[in-house]
């Protein structure tokens, strides 16, 4: 007659109480096993945090493409060009560096900004938000429309608590109209934040009379294509200006180096965690074989008085669980108290997932069933009389 499950586990944990230290050495391999993995996994989580952090203070992934050579030969033509001839693009745009560290009025208060013409497509490309207000439109764009867009670090400066929608301010003694709030994004790593005022690109290609474009924006649909479409608009640009100089750069060039240090030593350290997990079902395996040996006598009396092969087979694969799943336990519960510790020190993001923690206990209870079964197995085909002889 079939053992119930509860008997079951009630005999396996007799059974491995009865060999402490065996039990323990086993689980020690399964807690340097899964404790690799677990380890590997959070060190993966944390860094991947960090880096979506980082580019969430940003403006959105993008590559700028300009003509070193004097005047820029660009024009918004070229726009459309590219546009035809890129794959994996989202966005195309163009923008202009009007004035850095300008002086804009409102009132009697005064505050530095850096002032950028835009085109149409700019939050789209930037990924950036609209707070208050309203993005300009297309007839702001075509009747030349003297109005702006301000960020809030500007806000802060020169409105403080005021409402700056429809306000009117002054840039080098120009009339501008606030129609927009827009959210502060840095363009890359370390750079301070110090105020924008955004206006149309057609209204400073009317006031300065400047036909050319100074610099054309690409947002790609995926960060690991920006090398790609670098060299793509660059050939691109040259075939079209053969006698420019052209050149392209991207605001996340270090995080896409972070990106790929980070994949190199997670590679790494998972392969040191499998390593480890396949000594620790190494081991489970030898003493299963060494459990199974020994109690060769026990397994003949157990099958005599009615115990099935199945029994004595879920009893051994029972017990390699077991053990693995309290080293799992373990390892997993000091790599979340170590990692805890660590984040809190350094400021690091950090949530426990338990997405992440049922792939470390998963494997290690792969591991351990997997290294058990086949000593299982074999202490389930043995014949009771047999076995009962070898006592």
């Known amino acids: 007659m079939s053992l119930s499950i509860f008997d079951l ?39 991947t945090a960090v880096i979506t952090e ?29 546009k035809s001839r890129l794959t994996g693009v989202q966005a195309i745009g163009t923008s202009a560096g009007v004035y850095y560290g300008a002086s804009i009025i409102f009132e009697q208060n005064e505050g530095s900004s850096d002032v950028i013409a835009v085109s149409k497509e700019y939050l789209q490309i930037a990924g950036r938000s609209i707070l208050q207000g309203r993005f300009f439109s297309e007839a702001d764009f075509t009747r030349y429309r003297s109005v702006a867009l301000i960020d809030k670090v500007l806000r802060d400066k020169i409105f403080e608590e005021i409402n700056p929608i429809g306000k009117r301010i002054y840039f080098k ?14 363009q890359y790593k370390g750079q301070e934040p110090r105020g924008e005022m955004l206006v149309p690109m057609s209204l400073y290609a ?19 294509e920006m090398k790609r479409l670098e060299e793509q608009v660059k050939q691109l640009l040259k075939q079209r200006y053969p006698e420019g100089e052209f050149y392209t750069w991207n605001n996340v060039e ?48 157990r ?58 206990l998963g494997s290690a209870l792969l591991v351990g069933v997997g290294a058990g079964f086949l000593p299982a197995m074999q202490a389930s085909k043995l014949d009771p009389v047999q076995a009962l002889r070898s006592r």
């Open 54 to 82: 980082e580019i969430q203070k940003r403006q959105a992934p993008q590559i700028q493409a300009g003509d070193w050579s004097g005047a820029s030969q660009l024009r918004v033509e070229d726009v459309g060009y590219l």
């Open 206 to 224: 009317a006031l300065t009379g400047q036909r050319n474009i100074e610099t054309i924006l690409i947002r790609p649909q995926e960060m690991e």
């Open 173 to 186: 003694g120009r009339l501008y109209v606030v129609i927009g709030l827009v959210d502060t994004k840095l």
């Open 9 to 47: 586990i009630r005999i396996s944990c007799d059974s491995l109480q009865g060999n402490r230290l065996r039990s323990a050495l086993t689980t020690l391999g399964v807690f340097m096993g899964v404790t690799a993995v677990s380890a590997t996994l959070q060190v993966r989580t944390i860094s």
């Open 303 to 360: 099958r005599a008085i009615g115990a099935t092969s199945g029994d004595i087979m879920f009893q051994f694969i029972l017990e390699a669980a077991i053990l693995s799943l309290i080293g799992g336990v373990l390892a997993i519960s000091t790599v979340h108290g170590l990692t805890v510790v660590v984040a809190d020190r350094f400021k690091l993001p950090y949530e426990f997932e338990r997405q992440t923690a049922g792939l470390a």
């Open 254 to 301: 270090d995080i896409i180096e972070q990106k790929k240090t980070l994949d190199m030593v997670s590679r790494a350290l998972l392969a040191v965690g499998a390593i480890a997990l396949l000594v620790g079902g190494v081991g489970i395996a030898n003493i299963t074989i060494a459990a199974v040996m020994e109690r060769t006598p026990e397994i003949g009396l």
